[in-house]
């Protein structure tokens, strides 16, 4: 057999994604965080009238919310369910930054959660600023701001 | 009626996402920067804000809402100060989930180790 | 040509070295698996009270060396070598474990398949007269595989059917020219084999080649037919990786394929979602060490072939695009 049909072969004979399933159950975790989202944003108001306030308030509590799921070992069994309905939230972001400090805190707090703690974020963050950079930089353009 | 349009905007999010990373061989850090980037073009478009004013949560609560604050506090800043507001602007609305981000993860490190 | 060789790959002994005592150690997971009465040791935890996981494998293979000793009466001191490998980056656990010990120590690493690489070392020494007892050991953890080769541990990743599972374990033998245990009769060494594949969630797959290629090899170079061995315990191909290999020996028609059981895929049971099964270094030497040894010495079983597969890569050369080179090593054994 030849390497090009043996990797043909591994293609046909890979087990079958539960894409369905996954795609569901990606569904009802991202849904459901955003519904407890939604209650925050919903109950916020009544001491921080803001509409900037009250979303800021509510990511920083979904947030919190994130890490010590995070830190009490769950939100990776939820992730194993729900996939990337675990992964979109700022929850998830969360998530990443919480467990990459714990896992680099052995290297200890500076060179290791210091240094290491954006590790698994850092694309989101890099690529965000530099997307939004372009967008911003065109739309002011545009509108003549600059 | 709010928590049930911010169960399914958020859902579908997510549950697009899952769809892409199962069907395709992207990563699920290739999806989280498109969610990102998806989130700051729509804002550049003017889109987001209307979006998130439907949706709520279901359209603050995903990453794309993080992509999506940052455009629009470069554009807030580059309104007010000119072309420096472009950096400055960076971080006036993110800059609390990344550091409500490193703030709560060092509190837990203090006291959590990663378990199994 | 050498006399102790058969084939073009495989090395015979004709003084037949024995693994004269062996201990394994497994963590709290593989301790409910379907093999657990096989091991002689289910850790409650898997820190051991150490501070950090790289700690707690260390200790782990020197627990499992201090026993495997203490089983067979001998002081390190009579013992002439100390091969020893793991997963870690500059095998640590392996280099560190070793520092107590007075002895020359010779590091080795093939992945998963250190330890046949080990045994098969040892048994050449033992068999060319270098030495008169040879200590072998290994040891993986988790958490140590998972931080080196993947994410952190609490990070949110959704497993597929094709990823393995790090088994927390440790195990060292001991190998002379005595009369108790059983006997190492032939080691074929792999050479490496890269068909191309570059998943690293899916090693099973790439590490298939490389277990047909050394067993077919070995099935030339002894004149064996599968259906000699009682059984044919593969390392770490795990649920995927056998199923390839199964498909490759049927496309050449080989037969007696249900002799052939996985280690990886063996070791944990369906319920406990580990993917496609167990794997690290660890993972073939306690199934070795542990189940095919008690089964060797109840007699249950004659002559067994162990085939251990390593996946070589490293977290940078997934980045960087490059495929998977993988190795296998087999080693017979008799009762």
Redesign the interface.
Known sequence: MRPQEYQQLVQQNLPPRPVLKNTLWAFVVGGLICTVGQVILSLVPFFEPSKTGSAAITLAAMILIGSLLTGFGVYDELAEVGGAGAAIPITGFANTVTAAAMEYRREGYLQGMGAKMLIIASPVITYGILVSFIVALIKSLILGVL | M??LI??????????L???I???TKYT??H???A???LG??L??LGLYEPFQEFA???A????S???SS??KG??AE??SF??YG?FT??FE??G???A???V??????L?????? | MGNNRVGIQTIAFSRQPRIASSYTIVGPLEGKGPYALEFQEILPDDTLQQKTPEKTERLMLEMAIEKTLQQNDTKISDVQFYIAGDLLNQIISSCFSARTYPIPFLGVYGACSTFCEALGLGAIMLQGDFADQVLIGTASHYQTAERQFRYPIEMNIQHHGTNHHTVTGAAAALLNLGTEGPRITHATFGSIVDWGLKDANDMGSAMAPAAFSTLKQHLIDTGRKIEDYDLILTGDLGKQGSKMLKILLSHENYTGLERIQDGGASIYSDQQKTGAGGSGSACVAVMTLGYLKNKLNSSKVKRVLILATGALLSATSSLQGDSIPCIAHGIALEA
């Open positions: 709010q928590y911010a169960f399914l905007v958020g859902g579908a999010i997510c549950a996402a899952q769809l990373l199962d069907t699920p850090t999806v989280l920067v969610t990102v980037s700051a073009v804002q550049g709520g949560a279901g603050l609560v995903p990453v809402g993080f992509g940052i455009t470069m554009l580059a309104k000119g072309w472009l602007g960076t609305i993110t609390l989930g990344l409500a981000s490193i709560f993860s060092t509190a837990i490190t006291f959590r180790k990663p378990q199994r």
